[in-house]
């Protein structure tokens, strides 16, 4: 063998070592973010039937879809703002694994790679959209987090499931227990992908507010349209919207973007 040959080689070898080496340190990354997610809820939720503690906020006393639901459960918000001021809400959707803090920062970019607890992290955060009111009274509140394509539950790497029919019909509601307003109850009633780097069609998907409620309706049923599951929901006139936003290559590679969209019910 060349010395030539020999060199591309060694340098081939050494950049599938740091490679995997690379790879090796995400996946455990993700595993620690996945652990201390585990170990937050393990902290600040409550169960049916345990005693309700000072500054939670319940979910419905009755289970919302059958097995679906966390039904009496609560969320400890006087310990979660004491760890982390940026909380604004617990999102619950049980069939598709996600439990998590929604937090809020001053612009889209702190919680994109920062854990719940401000460190360095692949994960990042669920967080809301930083021009949302921390209340969710707009017309269209906007939560964006990441997709691991791995088929997992973390952040909102099962979103994409929503693409089933069925997979909708077992878990059509989105849960937010809020620290002021309780519980707050999605119907989903559409789910859309598309290009973000068409900025029209991004803003027109990450619209928060609307002028007049026949104008949301107009909004909605777009939505509707552009779905790729047909849930059959009607949309009352006035209802807040809540998005749920994630990456989505299935169809658009790294432009693409996967929305799941409820109505307050």
Known sequence: MRNWQRWILLAMTALCAATALWCGV???SQLRDQAELEKL???VLRSEGSDA???????????LDGSQGVSGAAVDFSSLTAQNGDVVAWIEIPGAGISQPIV?????DTYLRRNFYGEESVS????????NSPDFSDGNSIIHGHNFFDGSTKMFSALPRYTDLSFWQENPEIELLTPDDGALVYRIFAVCQFDVSDSD???????????????ESEYTQALQNRSVIQTGET?????????LSTCDRSIYGEAGRLVVVGYLV
């Open 201 to 215: 069609t991004a803003q027109a998907f990450y619209r928060q507010d609307f002028r007049s409620n026949s104008f």
């Open 104 to 108: 809020q920062g001053p612009d889209n």
């Open 26 to 28: 995400l996946y455990l």
């Open 53 to 63: 503690l000072p500054g939670t906020a319940e979910l419905p006393a009755m289970a």
């Open 235 to 243: 949309v009352p006139a006035g209802s807040r919207l809540l998005t």
């Open 124 to 131: 990042g955060t669920l967080f809301l959209d930083y021009a």
């Open 41 to 43: 809820a393990e902290e």
